[in-house]
Nanobody, 125 residues
Framework: EVQLVESGGGLVQAGGSLRLSCAAS????????IAWFRQAPGKQREGVSC????????NYADSVKGRFTITSDNAKTTVYLQMNALAPEDTAVYYC??????????????????WGQGTQVTVSS
C-alpha cells in the first residue's frame, strides 16, 4: 500500500520560502511519478509540479516556473518542493500524489491513485 505524508507547510510572508516534503512508502519500484497539487479555498485543485523518480523528468506549472523546484532524495523515498519568492496567491493546501505513470502530468489529477493528507501553506502580504 502506497502511503504519502506531506510536511513543511506553514505561514510565511510574501517573498519568503518554504520547503515541502512528501515522504513516500510502499512504492514497489522507482517508476513512480510524484506530483504536487494545490487547492485554494473556492478554487479547483491545480497541478504545481511533478517528477518521475526513475529518470528525474520534471514538469512545472507556468505560475511557479523559476520559483519552485522539485527534487527527490537519493533513496527516492522523499520528494521535496522548494518554494521561493512566495506570493499570497500561492496560499493553498498542498497535496502530493503518486502513480506509476510516465511522463508525470499536472493536467489530470485523476490519474493519480495515491494521495497524501495535505499541508497548509499560507503566504501573508
Amino acid at each position: 500500500e502506497v502511503q504519502l505524508v506531506e510536511s513543511g507547510g506553514g505561514l510565511v510572508q510574501a517573498g519568503g520560502s518554504l520547503r515541502l516534503s512528501c515522504a513516500a512508502s510502499g512504492l514497489t519500484d522507482d517508476d513512480y511519478a510524484i506530483a504536487w497539487f494545490r487547492q485554494a479555498p473556492g478554487k479547483q485543485r491545480e497541478g504545481v509540479s511533478c517528477i518521475n523518480l526513475d529518470d528525474l523528468n520534471t514538469n512545472y506549472a507556468d505560475s511557479v516556473k523559476g520559483r519552485f523546484t522539485i527534487t527527490s532524495d537519493n533513496a527516492k523515498t522523499t520528494v521535496y518542493l522548494q518554494m521561493n519568492a512566495l506570493a499570497p496567491e500561492d496560499t493553498a493546501v498542498y497535496y502530493c500524489a503518486a502513480d506509476p505513470i510516465w511522463p508525470c502530468t499536472l493536467r489530470y489529477d485523476s490519474v493519480y491513485d495515491n494521495w497524501g493528507q495535505g499541508t497548509q501553506v499560507t503566504v501573508s502580504s
